[in-house]
């Protein structure tokens, strides 16, 4: 079973992408300013793909994170694939902060 850090630096990745999308919704939004997150900023909803861009970790890692989000009930599940909005995946990280997290 592995951990994933609820920490500092992760929440900071995490809330660079969501100050991303605030600057492009007051189109405030500079292409030549460097951001970890460059491709499909704008969105409210996160899927695997962007979850390993959070986590910078392989396809199982990202999908063992949102069966975990699920199983607390911060995701859903639509067929076989796992997605989490950003309002709930915020709250999982202020509940979270400074915890492991195994999965």
Known sequence: M???K???LLCERYRNLVTIEDLMEKD???ENDKYEFEEEIYK???NKDDIKVLLKCEDDK????LKVLFQMKY???IGKEYYVKREDFDDFFTHHLGQSIAI
């Open 75 to 77: 995701s859903i599940k």
């Open 62 to 65: 990202a999908l063992r994170f």
């Open 44 to 46: 409210t909803i996160y």
């Open 28 to 30: 405030d939004y500079n």
């Open 6 to 8: 609820i920490d500092e």
């Open 2 to 4: 592995e951990e994933i």
